[in-house]
């Protein structure tokens, strides 16, 4: 099952990235309300966003708000040194992915 549902963790990894969630984060903003008015989405959507990688383990909660996991801080946050964030998305491309779209004609 882990393997099915792999496009969900990829899929929320993709948006957080897209919407610099981990960037908000390390500026402080740490709420599901304040990252949404951030990130330009719904409080609903965000809070479900970020609930989600919570259970992944590319954030925390605590009674604040969301916060970094030393990985996330590392290579998700535009300001690091070590931002990976870009690798992300181009791996994550129409680019790449449509390859793998319909396997089963390939063979």
Known sequence: MNTVNAYQHTAAIKAAVELNVFTAISQGIES??????KCQTSERDM???CDYLVIMGFITTEAEGYRLTPDSAMFLDR?????????????????????????????
């Open 47 to 49: 809070r479900m966003l």
């Open 79 to 107: 300001q690091s040194k070590f931002y990976m964030g870009d690798t992300v998305e181009f791996l994550l491309s129409p680019m790449i992915t449509n390859g793998f779209k319909d396997l089963t004609a390939a063979y």
């Open 32 to 37: 599901s309300q304040s990252l949404a008015q």
